[in-house]
């Protein structure tokens, strides 16, 4: 990963990349197979472990441009 990249993401960051509500990101959150590290009150989504989720997920499904 670059250095000008971000190692993690914020919830409102996840949510624009899957493209989903509030609500579904934060039952994502809260499943037990998904990257997450809780930062007090806030969480923070690693950035590589959430790709590699995500590439894992895709069912065959080619990402958007």
Request: hydrophobic share 35%; proline share 6%.
């Amino acid at each position: 990963m670059r250095e000008s990249e971000a190692t993690t993401l914020t919830v409102k960051e996840v949510q624009k990349i899957l493209q989903i509500g509030t609500n579904s990101t934060y039952n994502l959150i809260h499943s037990k197979s998904f990257p997450v590290v809780r930062v007090g009150h806030s969480y923070r989504i690693p950035a590589e472990p959430f790709y590699l989720w995500l590439a894992g997920n895709s069912c065959g499904i080619p990402a958007r441009s």
